[in-house]
């Protein structure tokens, strides 16, 4: 956990990193840790839960936390996870999803028709700086889906309006790599005075059974290590 006198900055663990001989295997086969077990189907199961989980109540309460989630939503399957969580935790206010990471276009399509299909689609989605055109299984099941799109402003923008709008009482929760975090503080080098929290999927400060003595970075962190050194400074 990083703290200043602005906001908390915490880090979470995320997957066990691979060794790069299996890693480039995996991306060769089109699959990311731990999708080389994953299947259409699950993904669709996921969906399935998620409409059947208790949603949140559409106004918010006084002990209800306000949370932004930041997600590369459509590789693994945690993301998917996520998402349910937070649209379906009676004690969050989610404030809308931004995507990161790679092809933003289609990972936001994935979003939106979760949250359309949850019936949820009072929750905006906003589109990240793309970082690539590659393709993964998940794609597929969001491809031809238009009944619900993407906002117009970008993840960056919505990102510093929504801590403005809200100062001191916004989580933001961000699961994937952290462009979006990072343009976020391009855009308003002083963000961290209007946000709450920052909590981040970005590894394990004080080290891990692995690797007892020293930081483990998470996949999240060497995919944009630039983006995430400037949100940890």
Known sequence: MITNNACE???????????????????RRGLSWPMRTMRRRDFLYTIALAGLAPLAAGHAQPDK???????????????????????????FTPLGVTIAHGNTPARAKIACKFLHVT??????????????????????????????QPDKKTAAEFIVETVKRYPGEVTLLAVGPLQNMADALRKEPNLTKY???????????????????????????????????????
């Open 9 to 27: 900055i915490r880090v979470i663990r995320g997957w066990p990193l691979l060794g790069k001989a299996e890693k480039h295997a995996e991306e």
């Open 65 to 91: 936390t306000k949370v932004l989630l930041d997600t590369d939503i459509g590789d693994d399957i945690d993301d998917a996870w996520a998402l349910a969580f937070v649209i379906s935790y009676q004690r």
């Open 195 to 233: 946000v709450k929290r920052v909590v981040l999927m970005s590894g394990c400060v004080y080290g891990t059974s692995y690797s007892p003595d020293k930081p483990i970075r998470e996949w999240n962190v060497y995919q944009s290590t630039a983006d995430a050194q400037l949100v940890y400074g």
């Open 119 to 148: 019936k949820r689609d009072d929750i905006p989605v906003h589109v990240g700086r793309k970082t690539n055109d590659k393709v993964f299984p998940q794609y597929s099941w969001a491809e031809d889906f238009t009944a619900k």
